[in-house]
């Protein structure tokens, strides 16, 4: 049972456009999300989160929006770059810091020229 | 910022030899520890959860006597990977937790391939 779902296995994006990332969840717990970046072989780097009592957190490029009603979230990159090509992976929590994350299954990001 | 170092990188085993991973909280105190895997081109897969001084607590279909995991202290947990077979060949990464104030800093993963 697929709890968090990026249905999105992949996203082609022109550099200086904006990307949209999105992210499904089914679980009503989760109260805490998350999204990562990960280059092959190597582990997830934290970009952005957000607390189910929020529905925008916005860190420089990178801004997370949340619609809890429709359990749904989205990471905005804006303008995109070609580093920011690589893997990205949302995840949710039940009760925040210190509990397990549950992750999507990612999508690959491709920034272009 | 939070660092966890996760050692080896890389490692090539034969079928049936035990293999430890170690994961490392430099600078802060992790009081929980995640291990998880990823096989290609799939999320990241919990595997167990670890808190200091006690027994880590197994995802539903994990063998805990194949992976077991210890975390005798604040800044350290190792995951054994017992009598390595060719499907144990996966990307193992660990992510630590010092609770609410540090989120979840993850460790830089490790390509175990079983030969």
């Known amino acids: 049972d697929q709890q968090v779902k990026q249905n999105s296995p992949s996203l082609s994006v022109q550099e200086g456009r904006i990307s949209i990332l999105n992210c499904d969840y089914t679980?009503?717990?989760?109260?805490?999300f998350l999204w990562y970046k990960k280059y092959p072989a190597e582990g997830p780097t934290f970009l952005i989160s957000?607390?189910?009592?929020?529905d925008k957190n916005e860190d420089g490029r990178f801004t997370v929006f949340l619609n809890k009603s429709a359990k749904h979230l989205s990471l905005h990159i804006v303008p995109s770059q070609p580093g920011d090509s690589a893997v990205y992976f949302c995840?949710?929590?039940?009760?925040?810091?210190?509990?397990?994350?549950?992750f999507g299954t990612g999508t690959q990001l491709k920034v272009e020229l | 910022g939070a660092v966890v170092s996760q050692h080896p990188s890389r490692v090539i085993c034969k079928s049936g030899t035990s293999v430890k991973i170690e994961c490392r909280s430099l600078d802060f105190q992790a009081t929980t520890m995640f291990w998880y895997r990823q096989f290609p081109k799939q999320s990241l897969m919990l595997m167990a959860t670890?808190?200091?001084?006690?027994?880590?607590?197994?995802e539903q279909g994990v063998e805990k006597d194949k992976f077991l995991i210890n975390h005798a202290s604040l800044t350290l947990s190792t995951l054994t990977v017992t009598s390595a077979h060719p499907e144990d060949s996966s990307f193992y990464i660990c992510?630590?937790?010092?609770?609410?104030?540090?989120?979840?800093?993850f460790g830089s993963g490790t390509r175990l391939t079983v030969v």
């Open positions: 957000i607390s189910s009592i929020k």
């Open positions: 679980n009503s717990m989760f109260d805490y």
């Open positions: 670890s808190n200091e001084g006690s027994k880590a607590t197994y």
């Open positions: 995840a949710a929590s039940a009760a925040g810091g210190g509990n397990k994350l549950t």
């Open positions: 992510s630590a937790s010092g609770g609410d104030d540090y989120g979840y800093t």
